[in-house]
């Protein structure tokens, strides 16, 4: 399995995994010509995407799929929810390319197993994913104003995981932004914090994962060593050393680490 992060953080999310016979999008959420731009770095031509997995109706993980998929005729795959909401702003879909999932029930894309999961979200029917193929297993949760058993239990026994640390609580509460939008974020159905990202991450120690991704970087209330810092010393507060997982973080204009798993 490969996995990248093309982009990651509030102003706009797409990653990249290519397993089983397909390579795919999760999200597309800044301009497709971006997109391309940024697969073409890691050698994928964006005529060779097989699917576009969309999470949620937000505009920064849908910005891109309507014109890609009408250019390279790339399937859209999305809860009957998320079309409903999306369809005004991704345009038409040709039908072909139409896929709809049901949310917490698992299919296939040729070789790859794929599940999507409920996340708490304010958003129609926001998910996660879970990919399964010949052994390895990929994860991806952001968009998640809260972690809950349930979806520990989702990414468990993860290979990579790709979690949301979207803000620092302190940088939230003491910046700009207008009361509301910060109960919102700060809400069960906002973002994540650094803090609970680590804790996260704690929770699911001594299983095989061993990589953690953190995305979903705020630009205004996050920083990337900030984000970094805070997981890795809710490692260490439970004497779970820095070598056990390594710890990355996927950045906001530009694409990051690739990440290769063996099947």
């Known amino acids: ?37 940024a697969l073409g770095q890691i050698g994928v031509s964006p005529d060779t995407i097989g699917a576009i997995l969309v999470t949620h ?19 859209v ?15 038409t879909i040709a039908p ?26 304010d958003a129609a029917e926001s998910v996660g994913f879970v990919f399964n193929c010949r052994g390895a297993r990929i994860s991806t949760m952001t968009d998640v104003g ?12 993860s290979d990579l995981l790709f979690i949301e640390a979207n803000h ?12 509301l939008l910060k109960r919102r974020i ?5 973002h994540l914090s650094n803090e609970a990202a680590g804790k996260a991450v704690v929770k699911l120690f001594g299983q095989r994962m061993r990589n953690v991704m953190l995305g979903h970087l705020s630009r205004e209330n996050n920083m990337e060593e900030l984000a970094l810092e805070t997981v890795r010393c809710e490692l260490r507060a439970q004497d779970i050393p820095d070598g ?20």
């Open 1 to 37: 399995m490969r996995f990248c992060a093309l982009y990651s953080g509030s102003s706009g999310n797409s990653l990249f995994l290519e397993a089983g016979g397909v390579r795919l999008l999760v999200d597309a959420g800044v301009a497709g010509r971006a997109v391309g731009s």
């Open 57 to 75: 109706e937000h505009i920064d993980h849908i910005k891109g799929v309507g014109v890609l998929s009408r250019r390279y005729n790339i399937p």
């Open 77 to 91: 795959y999305a809860n009957a929810k998320t079309w409903e909401a999306m369809q005004e702003q991704v345009g």
């Open 96 to 121: 072909s390319c139409t896929r709809i999932f049901e949310t917490d029930r698992d299919f296939y894309i040729k070789g790859l197993n794929v599940l999507p999961f409920k996340t708490p979200h």
């Open 146 to 157: 809260h972690v809950t058993g349930r979806l520990l239990s989702a990414v468990s026994d």
């Open 168 to 179: 620092d609580v302190d940088m939230l509460r003491a910046g700009s932004y207008p009361y």
């Open 186 to 190: 700060l809400g069960d159905n906002g």
């Open 244 to 263: 056990e997982i390594a710890v990355s973080v996927a950045h906001r204009d530009r694409i990051s680490e690739l990440f290769n798993i063996e099947e």
